[in-house]
């Protein structure tokens, strides 16, 4: 029987390790992208900014899932490209731009 507890405990830690590799494989929806990159925005434009600044459209290239464009009243405008899955993505290059 004291056999057996020892499996109990790494059955456990095999049932939560299967959950956060399940989480961390999950794509972020569209508003949470957004989100995330107007909370950036935010740090970077300082006094007057605020998360509705901030505007996301499709972009023509299947690699680029959003472009994010946060425009402050100071004049300051930020475009925050991004990838399939949330990743921050340098300008795209080429004639679809």
């Known amino acids: ?22 989480r961390m494989g999950q794509v972020p929806g569209e508003t949470e992208i957004i989100d995330s990159y107007a909370a950036i925005y935010l740090g970077m434009a300082g006094d007057g900014a605020a998360p509705t600044d901030c505007a996301a459209t499709t972009h ?3 690699a680029v899932r959003l472009v994010i464009n946060c425009a402050n009243p100071n004049g300051l405008t930020t475009t ?16 679809s731009t």
């Open 80 to 95: 925050f490209y991004v990838g399939p899955r949330g990743e921050a993505l340098p300008e795209p290059q080429g004639p």
């Open 60 to 62: 023509p290239d299947p």
């Open 1 to 22: 029987m004291r056999r057996w507890m020892f499996f109990i405990p790494f059955a456990g830690l095999v049932v939560v390790a299967g959950i956060v590799g399940f």
